[in-house]
């Protein structure tokens, strides 16, 4: 019988990290970005080192470990969040190992106040470089945050390996790229007389408006689907179960599954935008 996460008695160690991330397909020179939760592993001898650690050890030396470093902000600071100078020291919200992948001198972090990722490896600086600096998208964390010339989009580029330590598609910080991608098709088939009005509905930072959000529970069923298609696979680390998804099959997939069945998973108000476009 498998551990249950978070078991506690399960030891892992660097070279299972290693082993579990070979065996859901994870290859030397892959571009590696990762969600996760530590505790779920169980006793990580050497802590969240070693499990970065063990990640780059399955990448090698020409391959890259990236991860989310989200930042966060005290209520009622919103609005400074778009005009500070420090947010590449900002620390990340999303669980210690990301923040302790951030810390790491040999790390580079794209510069975006909310929705930066930070990286070691071959590519880290070409991963990281010029977030925002081109092809601006729609969305609720700004108009850099997913745009063409994002660490995001590089990772789709790239088919880079998108993986998950113990968490679910429901922590899958890719979703909000693919939201902006349906805003973006959307527009593109809009009558060019249209676009302009529909694009002021669309919402924005601190700005209210129409947004294709997919729910937590959704996200989770998407998994299913493209599991049952051979996009995810699974493997373990210690009592953790490992998930591993190619980005390009998995966004592309994604995007066929709620553009072709939207009255299923997109909210009522996208809904009567979308309306007005088509």
Not at 126 to 147: C, K, Q, V
Request: aromatic share 8%; glycine share 8%; with cysteine.
């Amino acid at each position: 019988m498998l551990p249950e996460a978070g078991d506690k008695s399960t030891e892992v160690r660097c070279e299972d990290v290693t082993a579990g991330a070979r065996a859901a397909g994870i290859v030397p020179g892959d571009v590696l970005m990762f969600h996760s939760s530590l505790s779920s592993m169980g006793h990580v001898t050497g802590g969240p080192e070693s499990v970065i650690d063990g990640l780059l050890d399955a990448v090698g030396p020409e391959g890259t470990v990236a991860v989310p470093t989200l930042c966060n902000w005290q209520p009622g600071e919103e609005a400074l969040v778009f005009s500070r100078v420090d947010s590449c020291m900002a620390p990340s919200y999303v669980g210690i190992l990301t923040e302790t992948l951030r810390l790491r001198p040999s790390a580079l972090r794209s510069n975006h106040p909310t929705h930066s990722i930070a990286a070691i490896g071959a590519r880290a600086e070409e991963l990281t470089r010029d977030h925002g600096a081109a092809g601006l998208r729609l969305g609720p964390f700004g108009d850099r945050a997913f745009a063409v010339e994002s660490p995001w989009e590089r990772l789709r580029q790239w088919n880079a390996a998108y993986c998950f330590i113990g968490v679910t598609f429901q922590v899958n910080t890719m979703v909000h790229y693919l939201e902006s991608l349906i805003v973006e098709r959307a527009l593109q088939r809009a009558a060019p007389e249209k676009r302009e009005a529909l694009a002021e509905q669309v919402v924005g930072w601190m700005k209210p408006g129409v947004w294709p959000w997919i729910k937590p529970e959704d996200r989770e069923t998407h998994e299913a689907m493209m599991a049952e298609q051979g996009i995810v696979q699974y493997s373990r680390i210690g009592s953790a179960t490992f998930r591993c998804a190619r980005t390009e099959p998995m966004v592309a997939t994604w995007l066929e599954i709620v553009e072709s069945d939207p009255e299923r998973w997109l909210p009522e108000d996208f809904l009567e935008w979308l309306r007005e476009v088509d």
